[in-house]
T-cell receptor
Framework: EAGVAQSPRYKIIEKRQSVAFWCNPISGHATLYWYQQILGQGPKLLIQFQNNGVVDDSQLPKDRFSAERLKGVDSTLKIQPAKLEDSAVYLCASSLTLGNSPLHFGNGTRLTVT | EDQVTQSPEALRLQEGESSSLNCSYT??????LFWYRQDPGKGPEFLFT???AGEEKEKERLKATLTKKESFLHITAPKPEDSATYLC??????????????FGQGTILTVHP
């Protein structure tokens, strides 16, 4: 089975610029998550989708971050404007909805804000 | 709020030297405890799920155990290819966000030949 696909792998931008990340989950996985992983820390949830509806965005800095999941498949995470502290790896994960299934992660996008 | 604390932050072993990693957690109700392995430049890779105290799971040189307050990842006779960051995460049975995992900060394991 194909894994979670993310692009780009790396992105370098200047502060106050905007950036977007793309994620394609595992086929059939209705639940999609975006996590932020700062160097030396564990992943932190930014937003969770169930199909194309938001389940949890309590940790998303909504003044600068936005995310959407049109048609309940692919998802895009956007940052506008970026700050230096946004430098991190942005991980996308997906899971089955039923049961206690694990999350399956993509390899992430490493963002550097200069 | 769910909390997960892992120790030690880093562990250096010689090949063949067995040891354990610790994961302490606080949740209102545990739905599952998950162990992941993360290699540099990669996303976390799922290893185990534990559901209730007393449960154990094994995979090659790794064995995960669970109590009501913590989990251990035992590594028996490790090899250099076991070097990675090991992440522990919990899924709360309650809360408003079914499904999400709350992660610890990870333990960086280095195994020297």
């Amino acid at each position: 089975e194909a894994g979670v696909a993310q692009s780009p792998r790396y992105k370098i931008i200047e502060k106050r610029q905007s950036v977007a990340f793309w994620c394609n989950p595992i086929s059939g996985h209705a639940t999609l998550y975006w996590y932020q992983q700062i160097l030396g820390q564990g992943p932190k949830l930014l937003i969770q989708f169930q199909n194309n509806g938001v389940v949890d965005d309590s940790q998303l800095p909504k003044d600068r971050f936005s995310a959407e999941r049109l048609k309940g498949v692919d998802s895009t995470l956007k940052i506008q404007p970026a700050k230096l502290e946004d430098s991190a790896v942005y991980l996308c994960a997906s899971s089955l909805t039923l049961g206690n299934s694990p999350l399956h992660f993509g390899n992430g996008t490493r963002l550097t804000v200069t | 709020e769910d909390q997960v604390t892992q120790s030690p932050e880093a562990l250096r072993l010689q090949e063949g030297e067995s040891s354990s990693l610790n994961c302490s957690y606080t949740v209102s109700g545990l739905r599952g405890l998950f162990w992941y392995r993360q290699d540099p430049g990669k996303g976390p890779e799922f290893l185990f799920t534990l559901y209730s105290a007393g449960e154990e799971k094994e995979k090659e040189r790794l064995k995960a155990t669970l109590t009501k307050k913590e989990s251990f990842l035992h590594i028996t006779a490790p090899k250099p290819e076991d070097s990675a960051t090991y992440l522990c995460a919990v899924r709360d049975a309650g809360g408003t966000s079914y499904g999400k995992l709350t992660f610890g900060q990870g333990t960086i394991l280095t195994v020297h030949p």
